[in-house]
């Protein structure tokens, strides 16, 4: 029974797009049965998927191929084909388990709604075509899967149509989707030419096997960054997915929590061609590092609790892209995994914000000093390459190492620093464990993701170019300035600087401007004419700043 685990990860998106299909009334009695039908739906999905791991586990390892459609005049077939794999198994367990509580928040949330079956459908629609994306065995499975999902996913961004706002911001999302979509689109059909088949095992093996790349597969493997780029919101293409919150907030959570990784999980799938292309998983990576300092920065301007969201999700996207440009790939994966369940707890429990923002108590944040900060880096560096060293590498001869040892670095000595708000010296010593621990466990995880899954991504050919050591010398001294900027720095910049700052970076450098003025172009009468509001935001700053200056006008003790 090697075709078990197959049919048990067809089910998956199959159920789905069953609940999904009949029409309901907006009635309540409709509504009631039409959300049910999803939530059993999404139910059995996590089931099929945890039924799909044991399966693979017990010997069931062989990929299933339904079909094949010939497509005239293009030499290849368009397979209907589910990859079974370890990546495959890991992306559909973490999908199902994020739509099976999506699902249920949804109940909730919308309950009451005179359009909530509607809303269950389109639900159910797009996570069934975005579960077809995970579990697709080639690239034009993958291409068909991924645009059924983005025109699902277009309309429940429009579920309430009568916000211009989320009028707009979806159809500036098209613009971006439907090129990304091309972009794929021609990436298939240079590899059904060049490869003779789209499935993804038989482009592997293809890459891994021949020479000298053709022309046609150097082509792809751009096109394919290009489609990532535009599917995972980097700047400066990342204005749709900030403006997006309109919709309801499990929209949010789906989005946010799945379908903006697709970008990713494209890259994951055709890594053995990437890397035989490292320029393009070079420019990815640089486009990644740009987009995670302009996110990580305009982040904390912020004044709304999506924005701030959405925001975070565009950095950790091109953390994310770093970490694929770099060759990390399993770190990538386990990247993957753990933002998009963090992301899904974020929008799924926004509303509870503002309950804990009431409980901080009054007074500004402590600032670490300088002296601090660079203990607190050099300590991230020393547990980074201690743990390194216990695993038996040597970082300073390995360049992909030297990468990951940077990343753990950075991450850990950030943890050092907020431990610059306790006062007590036994608080410190435990944020120094906690620290040591975090880096370790990290790389632990690290060496756990390589070990599963080394058989279905590749590794990096060329790691040890000029342009690879300056990518990860760049990504080093960025942390580093994202870091003191977020420490230390903030302080020793004048407040004018400060405001200049804090005024460009809240309105995103205005990049977004632009697409704003051609998407109107194309949809000027879905826009409404609203008066110009006030930047909040800013006129507070300047306030702050009036009242420092005259103490007689504080408005108070």
């Not at 089910?11 to 069953?18: D, E, I």
């Not at 990576?285 to 300092?293: D, F, M, R």
């Not at 907020?418 to 435990?430: C, G, P, V």
Request: proline content about 4%; overall charge positive.
């Amino acid at each position: 029974m090697d075709w078990l685990t197959g049919a048990l990860l067809a089910v998956m998106p199959a159920g789905l797009l069953l609940a999904a299909l009949p029409r309901a009334q907006a009635t309540r009695h409709a509504a009631l049965n039409t959300r049910n039908r999803v939530r059993w739906a999404a139910l059995i999905a996590l089931v099929a998927a945890l039924a799909a791991d044991l399966s693979f586990f017990l010997g069931a390892r062989a990929s299933l191929d339904l079909a094949g459609l010939p497509i005239p005049s293009m030499g290849f077939n368009l397979p209907f084909s589910i990859a079974v794999n370890t990546l495959t198994l890991a992306l559909a367990t973490l999908v199902s388990f994020v739509i099976v509580m999506i699902a249920q928040y949804s109940v909730q949330y919308l309950d009451g709604d005179p359009q909530q079956a509607r809303f269950a459908r389109l639900m159910a629609f797009t996570a069934g075509f975005f579960l077809l994306v995970v579990i697709a065995g080639n690239i034009g499975l993958f291409t068909l899967g991924i645009i059924a999902t983005g025109f699902s996913l277009h309309r429940l961004l429009k579920f309430y149509g009568d916000r211009p706002k989320a009028v707009m911001a979806a159809h500036k999302k098209s613009i971006f989707s439907r090129t990304a979509d091309i972009c794929l689109v021609l990436a298939t059909i240079l590899i059904g030419h060049s490869v003779g088949s789209l499935q993804f095992d038989v482009i592997s093996q293809f890459a891994k096997r021949t020479g000298s790349l053709p022309v046609s597969l150097q082509v792809a493997a751009w096109l394919i960054v290009g489609a990532m780029i535009l599917k995972s919101a980097h700047f400066p293409f990342q204005g749709w997915l900030i403006q997006v919150m309109e919709a309801p907030t499990p929209v949010s959570a789906l989005m946010h929590a799945g379908v903006v990784y697709s970008g990713a999980i494209i890259a994951l799938r055709t890594s053995p061609l990437l890397v035989r292309e490292p320029d393009a998983l070079l420019f990815l990576g640089a486009v990644g590092l740009l987009t995670v300092v302009i996110a990580s920065l305009v982040m904390t301007t912020q004044t709304t609790i999506k924005s701030m969201l959405a925001w975070s999700t565009t950095a950790q996207l091109g953390f994310m892209s770093l970490e694929l440009g770099l060759g990390l790939f399993p770190l990538a994966l386990l990247h993957l995994i753990g933002h998009s369940l963090y992301k899904a707890h974020a929008f799924l429990s926004s509303g509870s914000v503002t309950d804990q923002l009431r409980q901080v108590p009054p007074g500004g944040k402590k600032i670490p000093s300088m002296g601090f900060w660079m203990v607190a880096v050099a300590l991230g560096v020393i547990i980074s390459g201690g743990s390194a060293w216990i695993f038996g590498e040597n970082p300073v001869r390995d360049p992909v190492w030297i990468a990951l040892v940077v990343i753990v670095a950075v991450a850990v000595s950030q943890i050092l620093v907020k431990s610059f708000q306790f006062d007590a010296l036994a608080d410190r010593i435990m944020a120094l464990g906690v620290a040591a621990s975090m880096g370790l466990l990290y790389l632990i995880l690290h060496t756990l993701f390589v070990w599963g899954f080394a058989g279905d991504m590749a590794i990096p050919a060329e790691s040890g170019t000029d342009a690879y050591l300056g990518l990860v010398v760049l990504s080093a001294v960025s942390f580093l300035l994202l870091s003191w900027l977020q420490g230390p720095g903030r302080a020793q910049l004048s407040q004018g600087l400060q405001m200049a700052l804090f005024t460009h970076l809240y309105n995103g450098l205005y990049v977004d401007y632009w697409v704003d003025q051609f998407s109107h172009g194309f949809w000027s009468e879905k826009v409404g004419i609203e008066l110009p509001r006030k930047n909040l935001a800013l006129e507070s700053m300047q306030s702050i700043a009036r009242n420092q200056e005259d103490p007689t006008n504080s408005g108070g003790a």
